[in-house]
């Protein structure tokens, strides 16, 4: 069904989990704009909490999260403290304002905290906002769940965990610094199944000395654990940025073409076993939230990626969160220290971001639905030199000004969409490949 071509994939594109993306924040943005945002809120507004935890037991060496070893205690009391401090100052600028549709845990790895500190930020939570009906969700580490954490979870209502397992292969888990049995990862499926906490597998492609066969071999065994939802990325090696990566011998990864062939490789076996392809990098089983929403037309995308989450406004709390508004993208001190130091001193944590102008809330709109959908109206912001390469080989056709993606072209849709980015320059270096 997905045909290689190397021409197409050749510049690095943005996974456009926003627009503008990352690359467009400036400090220009801050805490001034975020309570200005706060205090306009309206009262029926429905919100999504993101909450950062940017720690981890054991940091692995593929990472690109903004995390750090959770050895202190002291350092991550200090950071739940924090943590409710933000919370109590959001929700004093939303006075009442707003009600919680979801909540999402990440990091880092959420369970890096202690059980009773973790039990503490949801108290707070409830405490702040109107959450008591929210769908919460929590990236978990599969190495460090027991009885204790399920039990709590269950508890406090979580309705989906999100599971690190990356790979099975043992020999790649050793070039990635995660080593973790199969039989880790199946004990915490069942103990989490039988509390009726749905599961979704986060695995990866084009690591080092990962094989087509490790890759078969990994969503054969993903898939006999049945998770409702799993997330198929492409490892991006980006050392200079990420110096941890450095411990990855480069000459160990998989080349493009050989990318291209585990990533179509793995769409292949997941939409044979019952998945519903999400874009070209989820997968859901029908029922989940996930895939209803894509065949319903309800398919959002945010700095979590796809998403059913519908929410009007998204608000990021802890260090380096990002929170989304209509026409303001802002992120908190990426560094613990700085973020600790602004809460502690009454201040929102907010330092950077981009206001998003009438021309940049087009695009963004129409880069979403064109990766939800996989068809957009483009109006008058179709550049036809850029989108000619994409029609003649039969991966779009335009039809008036609507662009409609065609079968085989999932691989391409982010260079596609990367057409109305007008950002880009032709020779970025930031972003990773698109498969």
């Known amino acids: ?63 690109g999260c903004n995390t750090g070893a959770a050895t202190r205690p002291r350092r991550l009391s200090a950071y739940v403290d924090a943590l409710e401090r933000e919370m109590a100052l959001v929700s004093a600028r939303l006075g009442g304002r707003g009600r919680v549709t979801h909540v999402a845990f990440g990091g880092g790895s959420p369970n890096s905290l202690p059980l009773i500190d973790w039990v503490r930020l949801n108290h707070q939570l409830l405490l702040c906002f109107d959450a008591s009906a929210a769908a919460m969700a929590v990236e978990l580490d599969p190495r460090r769940i ?91 090696h980006m050392p200079r940025l990420l110096p941890r990566q450095r411990r990855i011998d480069a000459t160990e990864l998989p080349g493009v073409e050989q990318r291209f062939a585990m990533a179509k490789l793995g769409h292949a076996m997941l939409t ?74 009454h201040r929102l944590p907010a330092a950077r971001g981009v206001r998003r102008s009438a021309d940049d809330q087009r695009r963004g709109a129409l880069i979403e639905r064109l990766l939800c959908d996989g068809r957009a109206a483009c109006g008058d912001l179709a550049e036809p030199a850029l989108l000619d390469r994409f029609e003649r080989i039969g991966l779009l056709r335009r039809e008036g000004d609507e662009l409609m993606l065609q079968p085989g072209a999932a691989p ?12 880009l320059r032709p020779a970025e270096t930031r972003f990773s490949v698109a498969v």
């Open 412 to 423: 391409y849709a982010r260079s596609i969409a990367a057409c109305f980015d007008a950002y």
């Open 1 to 63: 069904m997905f045909r290689y071509h190397p021409d197409l994939l050749a510049a690095p594109v943005p996974r456009y989990t926003s627009y503008p993306t990352a690359a467009q924040f400036g400090e220009d943005v801050g805490a001034a704009d975020m309570a200005q945002r706060l205090d306009a809120m309206p009262a029926d507004a429905r919100l999504s909490l993101y909450v950062h935890i940017p720690y981890c037991h054991d940091i692995c060496w593929y990472c």
């Open 146 to 236: 027991d009885r204790a954490w399920i039990d709590a979870m269950a508890k406090v209502g979580v309705t989906r965990v999100n599971l690190g397992v990356q790979t099975f292969a043992t020999h790649v888990q050793q070039r990635i610094g995660r080593v973790q049995p199969a039989e880790t990862v199946a004990m915490a499926v069942g103990a989490l199944a039988r509390a009726r906490i749905q599961v979704g597998f986060d695995l990866m492609y084009g690591l080092p000395g990962q094989s087509e066969a490790d890759l078969a071999r990994t969503l054969e065994d993903s898939i006999r654990l049945s998770p409702s939802r799993i997330a198929l990325f492409g490892y991006a």
């Open 272 to 345: 044979a076993a019952g998945y519903q392809a999400i874009g070209f990098d989820h997968f859901a089983l029908p029922d989940d939230p996930l895939a209803v929403a894509a065949a319903t037309g309800r398919l959002r995308r945010n700095f979590q990626g796809f998403t059913e989450d519908d929410s009007d406004a998204l608000i990021g709390m802890g260090a380096s969160a990002i929170s989304q508004f209509p026409d303001l993208i802002v992120q908190n001190e990426k560094n613990a220290g700085a973020y600790r130091d602004a809460v502690s001193n």
